[in-house]
C-alpha cells in the first residue's frame, strides 16, 4: 500500500510541473488595448490583471501609428506574471496598405482589388522577415507565403505599375465595393425581415 502511495505522490509531483495554460493568440490595434470587450474577457480567463497589461501593452506601441493591427501572444505564468511577445502586423495589412486598399476582394481568385509590384513584395518580405516564426526563414520562402496571401486578398502582383492607370482602376474598384457594400446591406435587410 505504501508503494502505490508513493507512486501516486511521484505522479502528482509531476502532473504539478506540467503547465497546462494556453497561450492567447489574438490581434490588438497599436496603443489601443483597453480592458472592455473582446480583450478585458480574454485575459480575465486567464488571471492576467487587466489594467496593468493594458498600460504595458500600450506602453510597448506608443511608437506604432494607432489601430495598426498587432498579433500579439502572451503567455501566462503561474504567478499569474506573462510573457508579451508582439510581432509585425499581418502579412494582408503590409499588402492592402501597399495596394491602397481598404480591404480585400469578396470574391478571391475572381476578383483583383488592387496591385502591387515585386519590389513591393520583396519590401514587405524583409519586414515580415523580423517576426520570430519567420527569421529563421529565406526571403524567398517568405515572398512565396506572400504571394499567396496577396492571391487570396485578391490582390496581383505585376513588374511595373503606372500611377496613372492605378488610379483610374482603383477608382473603378471605389464603385465596385460601393455595389458590393450595398448588395451585402440589402441581405442583412431581407435576413432581419426573415427572422423578424
Same mark, same amino acid.
Request: charged content about 25%.
Given at each position: 500500500?505504501?508503494?502505490?502511495?508513493?507512486?501516486? /505522490?511521484?505522479? /502528482?509531483?509531476?502532473?504539478?510541473?506540467?503547465?497546462?495554460?494556453?497561450?492567447?493568440?489574438? &490581434?490588438? #490595434?497599436?496603443?489601443?488595448?483597453?480592458?472592455?470587450?473582446?480583450?478585458? #474577457?480574454?485575459?480575465?480567463?486567464?488571471?492576467?490583471?487587466?489594467?496593468?497589461?493594458?498600460?504595458?501593452?500600450?506602453?510597448?506601441?506608443?511608437?506604432?501609428?494607432?489601430?495598426?493591427?498587432?498579433?500579439?501572444?502572451?503567455?501566462?505564468?503561474?504567478?499569474?506574471?506573462?510573457?508579451?511577445?508582439?510581432?509585425? #502586423?499581418?502579412?494582408?495589412?503590409?499588402?492592402?496598405?501597399?495596394?491602397?486598399?481598404?480591404?480585400?476582394?469578396? &470574391?478571391?481568385? &475572381?476578383?483583383?482589388?488592387?496591385?502591387?509590384?515585386?519590389?513591393?513584395?520583396?519590401?514587405?518580405?524583409?519586414?515580415?522577415?523580423?517576426?520570430? #516564426?519567420?527569421?529563421?526563414?529565406?526571403?524567398?520562402?517568405?515572398?512565396?507565403?506572400?504571394?499567396?496571401?496577396?492571391?487570396?486578398?485578391?490582390?496581383?502582383?505585376?513588374?511595373?505599375?503606372?500611377?496613372?492607370?492605378?488610379?483610374?482602376?482603383?477608382?473603378?474598384? /471605389?464603385?465596385?465595393?460601393?455595389?458590393?457594400?450595398?448588395?451585402?446591406?440589402?441581405?442583412?435587410?431581407? /435576413?432581419?425581415?426573415?427572422?423578424?
Amino acid at each position: 500500500m505504501s508503494k502505490s502511495v508513493a507512486r501516486l /505522490k511521484s505522479m /502528482k509531483k509531476v502532473a504539478d510541473k506540467i503547465d497546462h495554460s494556453s497561450k492567447l493568440r489574438t &490581434n490588438i #490595434p497599436a496603443g489601443m488595448a483597453a480592458a472592455g470587450p473582446p480583450l478585458g #474577457p480574454m485575459l480575465g480567463q486567464r488571471n492576467i490583471n487587466i489594467a496593468t497589461f493594458c498600460k504595458d501593452f500600450n506602453e510597448r506601441t506608443a511608437n506604432i501609428k494607432p489601430g495598426i493591427p498587432l498579433p500579439t501572444r502572451v503567455k501566462v505564468n503561474a504567478d499569474r506574471s506573462y510573457q508579451l511577445t508582439i510581432h509585425q #502586423p499581418p502579412a494582408s495589412y503590409f499588402l492592402m496598405q501597399a495596394a491602397g486598399v481598404n480591404r480585400g476582394a469578396m &470574391n478571391s481568385g &475572381n476578383e483583383i482589388c488592387g496591385k502591387i509590384t515585386l519590389k513591393h513584395l520583396y519590401e514587405i518580405a524583409k519586414i515580415k522577415q523580423q517576426d520570430p #516564426p519567420l527569421e529563421w526563414r529565406s526571403l524567398k520562402e517568405i515572398c512565396t507565403m506572400l504571394i499567396a496571401t496577396a492571391r487570396t486578398c485578391g490582390i496581383q502582383i505585376v513588374e511595373k505599375l503606372d500611377a496613372k492607370e492605378y488610379g483610374e482602376f482603383l477608382a473603378e474598384r /471605389k464603385q465596385v465595393v460601393e455595389e458590393q457594400k450595398k448588395m451585402l446591406q440589402e441581405k442583412r435587410e431581407a /435576413k432581419m425581415l426573415r427572422t423578424a
